[in-house]
Structure formats: structure tokens, C-alpha cells
T-cell receptor, first 110, second 115 residues
């Protein structure tokens, strides 16, 4: 079963623009993580935010978490063609068991 | 540092045939996961190992799926017999600490097609 649901399902932007994708989940969590998956490849861990954190940055990535709304957002600033991929949020409620969302497919046009 | 290695990358079989997937996690990672990923969906956990012990196999369809991690390193996932609905990508992942707070490291996956 999928815990999270990403929105939008697909997003197309031009290089240099910002990309924002959202994740909503159903139950209380310990941590929320974001992963990237390039076509035909495995997932790559991007960033983790704990339930007591509200915002976190890593390079061009900015993640926010609103536990009252059970939602998170991932912002990629100044996007590049190489950012084209699917992005998944994953939550863990019970230690070490990640439940992934359905993903957002991001297409960045040069 | 070598990443998570999986083989084969692709497998095509006929229904009712057996199939096995192999995974070698990152050296030193005690926790190993097998996931199933259907097209357009996120991965779903099948089984999680802490060393050689399966600590969560609640999502593994035990009538046809089995897994082992005999020496706490490599792991094998088997399906016997395969059904048409088993066509998917099977991902292996590993993590350094049991809580996965530094994220899980994924292999490239095995794409299974059952005809």
C-alpha cells in the first residue's frame, strides 16, 4: 500500500525554472525522505527531514514539512536538464520501514 | 565505494517458470531490503533483513516468493512459480544503520517480464 501521494503526477518546466512537488501522507511519521529515480535506474536518496523539523536545505533542494497538514514539499531551484527524473517521498512510521508515494515525473527541457 | 549490485538486470520467462534474483549490498551495510516496483508506482517493501534475520516479511507472498540471506551479506529472492502479475522491477537496497536515517542505497533493479 502507498502511504504518500505526490502532486502533481507530472511536471514539465524549462531549464532555470524552479520545480515544486508536494507529498501528502496519511499517518503520523518519524521521518520523511525524498528520493530521485532516473529512468531505468535505482532510487537515490536526496534528503531526510525529521518530524520535529520544518525546513531543510541541501544544495538546490529545499524541503518543508508540515506535520499538522501531513504534507511535505520539495523545491528544486534553478532546474537543469539533468534533474529530469521521478521524485518520490517516503515516510517511516515504524523504525526503518519506508513507505513510498506514487511519485512525480519531472521533465526539464533545455 | 561500490554500490548495491543486482543481477540479472533483465529477465524474461514464461509463466509457471521459476526465477531468482541476486543482490550484493554495500559492504558493511547490515540491513538489506527487497522491494517490488510496478510501472508508474513507488517501491513497495517485500522483505527486510537485519544481518541474516528476516525482521519484516509481512508483505512477501509466501506461497510463491522466498528469500534468503544466509551469511548476512548477499541475498537471493526467488519466485516459484511466476505469474503474469509478477512482471515488475525488483529492487534491492541496503542501509548502514537499522533506522535508515541516512537513507537507503538502491541497486539498479531487475526488470522481470513474465509471458
Amino acid at each position: 500500500s502507498q502511504q504518500g501521494e505526490e502532486d502533481p503526477q507530472a511536471l514539465s518546466i524549462q531549464e532555470g525554472e524552479n520545480a515544486t512537488m508536494n507529498c501528502s501522507y496519511k499517518t503520523s511519521i518519524n521521518n520523511l525522505q525524498w528520493y530521485r529515480q532516473n529512468s531505468g535506474r535505482g532510487l537515490v536518496h536526496l534528503i531526510l527531514i525529521r518530524s520535529n523539523e520544518r525546513e531543510k536545505h541541501s544544495g538546490r533542494l529545499r524541503v518543508t514539512l508540515d506535520t499538522s497538514k501531513k504534507s511535505s514539499s520539495l523545491l528544486i531551484t534553478a532546474s537543469r536538464a539533468a534533474d529530469t527524473a521521478s521524485y518520490f517521498c517516503a515516510t517511516d512510521r515504524v523504525t526503518d520501514k519506508l513507505i513510498f508515494g506514487t511519485g512525480t515525473r519531472l521533465q526539464v527541457f533545455p | 565505494e561500490a554500490g548495491v549490485v543486482q543481477s540479472p538486470r533483465y529477465k524474461i520467462i514464461e509463466k509457471k517458470q521459476p526465477v531468482a534474483f541476486w543482490c550484493n549490498p554495500i559492504s558493511g551495510h547490515n540491513t538489506l531490503y527487497w522491494y517490488l516496483q510496478n510501472l508508474g508506482q513507488g517501491p513497495e517493501l517485500l522483505i527486510r533483513y537485519e544481518n541474516e534475520e528476516a525482521v519484516d516479511d509481512s508483505q512477501l507472498p509466501k506461497d510463491r516468493f522466498s528469500a534468503e540471506r544466509l551469511k548476512g551479506v548477499d541475498s537471493t529472492l526467488k519466485i516459484q512459480p511466476a505469474e503474469l502479475g509478477d512482471s515488475a522491477v525488483y529492487l534491492c537496497a541496503s542501509s548502514l544503520d537499522g533506522t535508515g536515517r541516512r537513507g537507503q542505497f538502491f541497486g539498479p533493479g531487475t526488470r522481470l517480464t513474465v509471458l
